[in-house]
């Protein structure tokens, strides 16, 4: 299956305070918005990769946790 238009959503938790993102993968990684906590990602082709690095300072010494949720716009099947 291929993808377009998929956004992941990790809003990140009063814990901590956003420092830096970085995406890499197919089609350089998407880009992540610290203010929503979206991270947009190019086309997705079935077996490729995208990676989302997020750089935190812990503000509090409490565990927390951080969840992210994905949503496609258009998933599209492929066969050769």
Request: aromatic letters at 6%.
């Amino acid at each position: 299956l291929n993808s377009s238009g998929s956004i992941v959503t990790d809003i990140l938790p009063s814990e901590v305070a956003y420092v830096s993102a970085h995406t890499r993968g197919a089609g350089g990684g998407g880009t992540f918005d610290d203010t929503t906590g979206r991270w947009s990602l190019p086309q997705i082709n079935s077996g490729d990769e995208c990676f989302l690095d997020i750089t935190v300072h812990i503000l509090s010494g409490t565990t927390f946790r951080n969840r992210s949720e994905e949503h496609t716009s258009e998933l599209q099947s492929h066969s050769d």
